[in-house]
């Protein structure tokens, strides 16, 4: 069968949840082979094996860390000249698309940004997009040499599969553009305790009708109460009530979590384009008219001062 890579994104070996997301994916199209780089690369391996990896290619070395993606490039591609793989899959956080892109451009071959779907296809994997500002939905395939495919978070369910995830040392020579850009310092952002925006299962939303910064606490409340982050439209950013960095929308983050909570938002084709994937999408706006109610499974018309809050003791009390 044929071996697939699946670069392993990881915190010090504990293995992110979107990677072993890419191993059910990567089950689907043949054998996941996983390439883990950094400190505690060797420590993700016993995960890694019980969701399906058969081989477990790890490095560690300086430059992981000290410089930007190049030496990671490095390694990927020594793990793809050394496995010759059907694919290659990555995830689609910022630093998995600038890897999977320099790698494409160094193997000479097509890449597909941002899957929420993969399946095997008769001449290759085929991957499902969300194009056009989420107005499409797209199965493409790459036609030109290896198909690399960066996938978004929550595209796939987690599956036990156990494996051999035999453990083997990559020989990397980095090249002369790895050291070119070194890191100078890091300020790791401030933990609000919730689960990282593109990452989470739920995300809960808030737009112009929050009206004010002081009022995003009954959406925090809301998302407190079911594990989810907070997300914010382009209009409650721009107001200053919530950081850029919660924006949801296509001058934001993208986001396709298994359940999207969109309060006070009135759906405009840039927010769609960030959550448009998402599996279930609720609405509450008090204008029966809104755009977003086009798109929803379930909707609430109503003030959401009103339903917020309600909905927020509901779930806390069961
Ligand atoms: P509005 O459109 O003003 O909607 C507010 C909604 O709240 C209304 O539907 C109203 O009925 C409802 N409401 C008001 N009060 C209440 C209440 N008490 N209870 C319940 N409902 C209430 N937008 C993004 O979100 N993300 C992006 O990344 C983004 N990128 C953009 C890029 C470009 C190039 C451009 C031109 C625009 C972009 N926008 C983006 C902006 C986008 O066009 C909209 O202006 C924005 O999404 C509107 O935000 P909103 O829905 O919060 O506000």
């Known amino acids: 069968m044929a071996e697939v890579l699946v670069y392993v994104d990881h915190a010090d070996g504990a293995v992110r949840k979107p990677t072993l997301e890419l191993l059910t ?29 058969v ?41 998995g698309k600038e890897i999977a892109a320099r790698l494409a451009v160094r193997i000479g071959s097509g890449i597909i940004t941002d899957a929420v779907d993969l399946e095997a296809g008769d001449e290759g994997p085929v991957a499902t997009q969300a194009a056009f500002a989420a107005s499409f939905t797209t199965k493409s395939r790459v036609s030109k040499g290896t198909p690399v495919i960066t996938v978004k978070p929550n595209s796939a369910p987690v599956e ?25 310092s890091r300020t790791p952002r401030e933990s609000t305790g919730r689960p990282e925006l593109t990452e989470a299962a739920i995300v809960v939303s808030g737009g112009r009708g929050v009206n004010g910064a002081e009022n995003f606490g009954i959406i925090e409340a809301l998302a407190d109460s079911l594990g989810a982050a907070v997300g914010a439209s382009r209009a409650a950013v721009d107001a200053g009530w919530y950081p850029h960095s919660n924006q949801v929308g296509q001058t934001g983050k993208s986001v396709s979590p ?11 084709i840039q927010h769609r384009a960030g959550m448009q994937t998402s599996k279930t999408i609720v609405a509450i706006n008090k204008d029966a008219e809104a755009p977003i109610f086009d798109l929803v499974d379930y909707g609430v018309v109503g003030d959401l001062f009103a339903v917020v809050p309600q909905l927020t003791e509901e779930i806390k009390a069961r």
Do not use: M, N, W
């Open 55 to 95: 081989k477990v290619l790890t490095a560690d070395a300086p430059e992981f860390t000290e410089y930007l993606v190049v030496p990671k490039v490095d390694a990927l591609q020594a793990a793809y000249d050394a496995v010759s793989p059907a694919a290659v899959l990555v995830p689609s956080s910022a630093e």
């Open 258 to 268: 298994q359940l999207y909570i969109a309060s006070g938002i009135s759906g405009a």
């Open 25 to 53: 994916l990567a089950r689907r199209i043949g054998e996941p082979v996983a390439v883990a780089l950094g400190a505690g690369a060797a420590d993700t391996a016993a995960v890694l094996a019980e969701h399906g990896a």
């Open 160 to 184: 036990a599969a156990p494996a051999a995830g035999a453990v083997e040392a990559l020989a990397v020579t980095f090249g002369a553009l790895a050291t070119g850009t070194k890191v100078v």
